[in-house]
């Protein structure tokens, strides 16, 4: 199935109450049928950059970075690829040229940049300098930059494709992709509902490197601002008895990753290097929207604080069974503490 068709077609929705830990199939269009009033829906609404970049290196090799971390002005962490393309699987790609610290690289047709540094973990990791002021550097990434994608696409997706329609603040290096759920008219249906939307911003980051001791790596630290005024509103939900739903591991992220390293939800701008799994119990967050995945994959491990392996086993295959699909452009799961049994019945399938 081409990617257009892909992301044309009617998203699919497998949501899994993790209480009673059954699930059931619908479409993500009437997601709001699985909310009440007073619940509190919060959304990362950091729009996509264009972080892919080809680039040459004094040699005229050619390379790949693709931007993995903010560090300063003009300052990035970069994963270096070599020969190959998008359409290549990460895993196998070639290792890039060796670089050393002071090489240049000569990006585009205009902009150029200077390593400063080559990790210790690889060659493919670095960090480096554009040589224009931060101000320009964004406009330069529009311009000659693209999104990251995968080669389990079949055709290169624009970068209008890989934005929520809520999108602000240029801070993603991936889309934060369980936001493709929540449409105008999803948003419309929630507040119809009594549900209340907040937002926050996450710098959500790369979700493969390509090798087994970077991939180890991820998460990255990631950049997050919280406001004021969603820190309000997770009060009064809480007040209220209403349930806290994330559209997303970079909300989580953002909002556990904030308690954890403060002691407390603070707003303002912080870092998290929070890293959810099995074990981790959410303080703030009664449960996730995020894409389907099957079991074996980081993403399914990071799910299992929300419900148990077994559950998440049991409803990808359900999911397998209604023809879902998978990776972060395909369908979506919702887990929460819910009354699915509740929802209209048309849901089940």
């Known amino acids: 199935m081409k990617a257009a068709t892909t992301l044309q077609r009617e998203q699919q929705l497998i949501a899994l109450d993790s209480v009673s830990e059954l699930p059931q199939a619908d479409t ?116 000659q930059g693209e999104a990251i994608q995968y080669s389990y696409h079949k055709q290169r997706l624009p970068l209008s494709w890989l934005q929520t329609p809520y999108a602000g603040r240029p801070w993603a290096i991936e889309m934060p992709s369980a936001g493709r ?62 349930r806290i739903i994330a559209v997303g591991t970079t909300v989580v992220r953002a909002l556990e990753g904030c308690v954890e390293e403060r002691g407390r939800l603070q707003p303002g701008e912080g870092d998290t290097r929070l890293v959810i799994g099995e074990e981790f119990r959410p303080a703030v967050v ?19 604080a929300f419900a148990s392996p077994n559950a998440l086993e049991a409803a990808w295959k359900h999911a397998l069974t209604v023809g879902c699909q998978s990776h972060e452009l395909g369908d979506a799961m919702l887990i929460a503490p819910q009354r699915l049994s509740q929802a209209p019945s048309h849901s089940q399938r």
């Open 28 to 143: 993500a269009a009437r997601i709001a049928a699985y909310f009440d009033p007073g619940d509190l829906v919060i959304v990362n609404d950091a729009a996509t950059l264009p972080a892919t970049l080809m680039a040459r290196t004094q040699m005229g090799q050619r390379i790949e970075l693709r931007l993995a971390q903010r560090r300063g002005a003009s300052l990035w962490l970069c994963l270096a690829l070599g020969s190959g393309t998008w359409r290549d699987d990460t895993n196998a790609r070639h290792a890039p040229p060796a670089l050393a610290t002071g090489a240049r690289l000569t990006v585009g047709k205009t902009l150029s940049a200077h390593v400063v540094g080559v990790s210790n973990l690889s060659e493919r990791l670095l960090t480096i300098r554009f040589d224009v002021a931060e101000s320009e550097l964004l406009a330069a990434l529009y311009r």
């Open 181 to 242: 759920a929540i449409t105008w008219d999803v948003i419309g249906r929630l507040r119809a509902r009594g549900v209340k939307i907040a937002r926050l911003t996450h710098s959500a980051g790369l979700s493969a490197m390509g090798l087994p001791e970077l991939d180890a790596c991820l998460p990255l630290q990631e950049h997050y601002d919280i406001p004021l005024e969603t820190i309000r509103t997770i009060d009064d939900c809480r007040k209220r008895a209403g």
């Open 286 to 304: 009664d449960g996730v929207l995020a894409g389907l995945h099957a079991p074996g994959e980081s993403h399914f491990r990071l799910l299992s």
